[in-house]
């Protein structure tokens, strides 16, 4: 009996998981247009609590697929409880070499806005986020009719503004306005 010899060249499978519907197109539409190779779920995107990802980033991990993670920060400050879980699952996986915890405060809308300005102002909320945005991108709306349309997104990526963004984000990790998106497009610009 022969044995099967282990094909040391596949490679791992990423997927990402993330919290609701601006993150779920966001990253749909960044495959499409950029060819990233990544899988997503997108029922798992719909108001997912920091119970429901934790859950699926274990469930994915017990498969051996990498874990990119995407969520906001200020959903955390909703409640206490909330904001434990998000610390515990921030510490639970910060050294785990499969995992990527992406979290943008105040929101993911601030990562859009790095594309735009050079900024790591404080804003109040993710809707003052927001409003920074709708500067450059007047139209933009959360809703899902104009979500799942890719215009946004092609017009955030026009000019290499990407690379800005993912530059910015580094410098101002940490910072009272912050996003580690920077970290997945890295990693899945390696798949590449």
């Keep these: 009996m022969r044995k099967a010899r282990k094909n040391t060249a596949t490679r791992q499978i ?8 601006t993150e779920l197109f966001y990253f749909s539409h960044l495959k499409k247009i950029l060819g990233y190779r990544y899988s997503i779920s ?3 995107f719909e108001n997912n609590s920091i119970e429901k990802i934790e859950k699926k980033i274990k469930e994915l991990l017990d498969e051996d697929v990498f874990v990119i993670c995407v969520f906001d920060a200020d959903v955390s400050r909703r409640s206490d409880a909330e904001n434990k879980k998000m610390v515990s699952l921030k510490k639970k996986y910060e050294n785990n070499a499969n995992v990527i915890l992406c979290d943008s405060l105040q929101s993911i809308e601030y990562w859009f806005l790095l594309h735009f300005e050079d900024t790591c102002r404080h804003f109040q909320d993710s809707a003052a986020t927001e409003r920074a945005l709708k500067q450059y991108l007047p139209t933009y709306d959360k809703t899902r009719k104009y ?3 890719d215009k946004w997104v092609k017009e955030i990526l026009a000019g290499s503004k990407m690379d800005k963004a993912c530059e910015l ?9 912050y996003s580690e998106i920077y970290k997945a497009i890295k990693k899945v ?3 590449l």
């Design 147 to 149: 979500l799942e349309k």
């Design 169 to 177: 984000a580094e410098k101002y990790k940490g910072r009272d306005s």
């Design 189 to 191: 610009s390696e798949s």
């Design 14 to 21: 990423i997927h990402i998981v993330g919290e609701g519907l």
């Design 42 to 44: 997108p029922r798992l």
